[in-house]
C-alpha cells in the first residue's frame, strides 16, 4: 500500500510502498485512513528537526491526525462496526510497570518518556491507505461529522486543557462546579494568544463553555481569522494595532491565558502581566532561539501575591477525545460557516510535498487519502 515516509538518515521524504497491516491480536480494528491532517509537528518532521522510525525501519510513516473508516474487527472488540468512522489517539503507553499514568491509560502523563506516539517517535503515522490498531486507542465518531472529524485530534489539545481548568478552578468556591452547572459562577475573561488552529480551535471550546474571548495575533482585524473570532462571538485584536501591554490596558484583566504561538517573547511579556488568580496555558513549542530578557523578580511576585497557576499540557488523554467529539458536533451546528475558514483546503496524497514545506498557506490543511 501507498504511505507516505521520512527517511532521517537519508533526509528524505517520499511516497513508500509499505506493506499493508493486518490485525494480529482479537482486540485489534483495521481502519482505512480517509484523511490526515497538516500541523506544524508534521512539518517540523518532514524537515528533519525531530521524528523517530519504529526500531529496525529507515522511515517513518508520517502524520497523526486523522480520519478512518473501519475495515475489519477482532473478534475479541466490542463497540466498532465495519463502516463506523474513528479518530485514533496518538501516544501509546511505556509499558514500563513503575509508570502508573500509562498502567491508568494515560500516557499523555507517562513519567518515563519511553512512550512511544504513531506518526511522531518510534510508531508509524497514518498517511498510509490502512492502518491497524488496538480498540481501546481509537475513538469513534458519528457519522454526521465526517467532514470535520480530522479535526478532533488537534481539538483535543485545548479540550485537555479545559478539563484541567476546571480541577483547578475548584480553589475558587464561586467558580466550582457546582456554582458552574447552576450558572451563577461569573463568567471568566480568556485571552487566547495566535490564530493558527490550535488558537482559533481554542477560542472555540472556550467560547462554546461560556468564556468571554479575546483572540490576540499578527493577522489583520478584518482577516478572515479575525471574522471566525467574532463569527464564534469572540472578540479579535491584531498586533499591528496595538502591543500586548495597550491589549490588556483596553480589556481588563484576563481569568485564563491560552497560549497557542510557540512564541517565548511574547508569552513572558503576557506573563508579567497577569492578574489576580489567573492561569497561563502553554501549549506551544517553541523551537531553540536566543534567550530573552524578563523581569523574573515581578513574575515571581505576582505569581505569589496574584495566585497564579501555570500550566503546561502535550497531548492528550480518553476524556478530552470524547469531549471533542461533542464539541465538534455542537461547533457544526452552531458555527458551519466556521470549518469553511478553519479548514482552508482539502488536497489528494501527491500533493504532500507542498503541503509540508510549508508552501502551500492556509489555515489547516488536509490530505485526501481513501474515500
Ligand atoms: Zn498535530
Ligand atoms: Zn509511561
Known amino acids: 500500500m501507498k504511505a507516505l515516509g521520512v527517511f532521517p538518515n537519508e533526509k528524505k521524504l517520499a511516497i513508500v510502498d509499505h506493506p499493508a497491516p493486518s490485525i494480529e491480536a482479537p482486540t485489534q480494528v483495521k481502519f482505512k485512513t480517509l484523511e490526515v491532517g497538516v500541523c506544524g509537528t508534521d512539518k517540523e518532521i518532514a524537515h528533519h528537526l525531530h521524528g523517530v522510525p519504529p526500531e529496525g525501519d529507515d522511515y517513518l510513516i508520517l502524520h497523526h491526525e486523522a ?3 473501519v475495515t475489519e474487527v477482532g473478534d475479541a472488540v466490542e463497540g466498532f462496526e465495519v463502516g463506523d468512522l474513528v ?7 511505556c509499558g514500563d510497570p513503575e509508570c502508573t499514568a500509562c498502567a491508568e491509560g494515560r500516557q499523555d502523563f507517562c513519567f518515563t518518556g519511553k512512550f512511544t506516539e504513531r506518526g511522531i517517535v518510534g510508531a508509524h503515522g497514518f498517511f498510509a491507505e490502512e492502518c491497524v490498531d488496538e480498540a481501546r486507542f481509537l475513538v469513534k465518531i ?3 461529522l465526517r467532514d470535520v ?5 488537534p481539538l483535543t489539545i485545548a479540550e485537555k486543557a479545559l478539563l484541567q481548568v476546571w480541577d483547578i478552578q475548584e480553589r475558587l468556591p464561586w467558580a466550582a462546579k457546582r456554582a458552574r452547572e447552576a450558572g451563577t459562577a461569573p463568567k471568566l475573561k480568556a485571552l487566547v494568544l495566535g490564530a493558527g488552529p490550535i488558537g482559533l480551535l481554542g477560542a472555540m471550546v472556550l467560547a462554546e463553555n461560556g468564556f468571554d474571548v479575546h483572540v490576540y495575533s499578527l493577522e489583520d482585524v478584518d482577516s478572515p481569522r479575525g471574522k471566525l473570532v467574532r463569527d464564534v ?5 491584531s498586533a499591528k494595532d496595538e502591543d500586548v501591554k495597550a491589549l490588556w490596558k483596553k480589556i481588563g484583566d484576563v481569568d485564563l491565558v491560552y497560549e497557542a504561538t510557540g512564541a517565548s517573547g511574547l508569552s513572558f511579556r503576557v506573563l508579567e502581566l497577569l492578574g489576580h488568580n489567573a492561569i497561563f496555558i502553554f501549549t506551544g513549542v517553541p523551537g531553540r532561539k536566543e534567550p530573552i530578557e524578563l523581569d523574573a523578580a515581578t513574575i515571581m511576585r505576582n505569581l505569589v501575591l496574584e495566585n497564579h497557576v501555570l500550566l503546561g499540557t502535550v497531548n492528550a488523554g480518553p476524556d478530552a477525545f470524547h469531549a471533542a467529539v461533542k464539541d465538534l458536533a ?3 451546528e452552531k458555527w458551519p460557516q466556521t470549518f469553511e475558514t478553519l479548514i482552508s483546503g482539502r488536497y489528494p496524497m501527491e500533493e504532500y510535498a507542498g503541503l509540508l514545506s510549508g508552501e502551500v498557506g492556509g489555515i489547516k490543511n488536509i490530505i485526501t487519502i481513501g474515500g
Open 67 to 69: 480520519l478512518g473508516e
Open 330 to 332: 455542537s461547533f457544526k
Open 149 to 153: 472529524g480530522v479535526l478532533v485530534e
Open 142 to 144: 458519528p457519522k454526521e
Open 233 to 237: 462571538g469572540g472578540t479579535y485584536h
Open 87 to 93: 479518530v485514533p489517539t496518538v501516544r501509546r503507553p
